[in-house]
T-cell receptor, first 113, second 115 residues
Framework: KQEVTQIPAALSVPEGENLVLNCSFT??????LQWFRQDPGKGLTSLLL?????REQTSGRLNASLDKSSGRSTLYIAASQPGDSATYLC????????????FGEGTQLTVNP | AAGVIQSPRHLIKEKRETATLKCYPI?????VYWYQQGPGQDPQFLIS???????DKGSIPDRFSAQQFSDYHSELNMSSLELGDSALYFC??????????????FGPGTRLTVT
């Protein structure tokens, strides 16, 4: 079964800390992987998209890496700020599952001032 | 830049009523996806359309139907609503659905509450 798992489910850090969010997936035959941010009760904001042929993508203070062979992706957030507090979701598009995205359950991040 | 538009943003219905959710994709995007996010859950794929044809089907109840129109907007029709249908419904769009790498852009969602 194709599944996406995110650990930890929740994370609380002091402002300014660098942090890593983890995403693992059970089938390495992926087209791409997307990281999203979701504020409570709000929509999904796409942060980074990594194609299967790529190893990492960077946007500002965010860096996402992809290791297909081990079925893992990480989202690195540098110099965290209280405004980064949100739930972060990773989603995988598999080669054998059409165009749908399969989401992990998310990591709820709290950055304390 | 134009984003995915969903309407209405909030909807309150009673059990056994019918609801229609609308989605307007980013201009030139030809693929629309629908996802359902229950309280405290991750989004679950319902259905998608590419060039007005159903391209993929997920865990969509038989009480729900959807279509994509000639202008590429899509509607999700939900009948015989149940309390468990209360959720945030997202629409996403992309340029192309076949092949690799197309990024999905999500709308703000429609919050459906069934009482």
């Amino acid at each position: 079964k194709q599944e996406v798992t995110q650990i930890p489910a929740a994370l609380s850090v002091p402002e300014g800390e660098n942090l890593v969010l983890n995403c693992s997936f059970t089938d390495s035959a992926i087209y791409n992987l997307q990281w999203f941010r979701q504020d409570p009760g709000k929509g999904l904001t796409s942060l980074l998209l990594i194609q299967s042929s790529q190893r990492e993508q960077t946007s500002g203070r965010l860096n996402a890496s992809l290791d297909k062979s081990s079925g893992r992706s990480t989202l690195y957030i540098a110099a965290s700020q209280p405004g980064d507090s949100a739930t972060y979701l990773c989603a995988v598009r598999w080669e054998t599952s059409g165009s749908r995205l399969t989401f992990g359950e998310g990591t709820q991040l709290t950055v304390n001032p | 830049a134009a984003g995915v538009i969903q309407s209405p943003r909030h909807l309150i219905k009673e059990k056994r009523e019918t609801a229609t959710l609308k989605c307007y994709p980013i201009p030139r995007h030809d693929t629309v996806y629908w996802y359902q996010q229950g309280p405290g859950q991750d989004p679950q794929f319902l259905i998608s359309f590419y060039e007005k044809m159903q391209s993929d089907k997920g865990s969509i109840p038989d009480r729900f139907s959807a279509q994509q129109f000639s202008d590429y907007h899509s509607e999700l029709n939900m009948s015989s609503l149940e309390l468990g249908d209360s959720a945030l419904y997202f629409c996403a769009s992309s340029l192309g659905a076949l092949g690799r790498g197309y990024e999905q852009y999500f709308g703000p969602g429609t919050r459906l509450t069934v009482t």
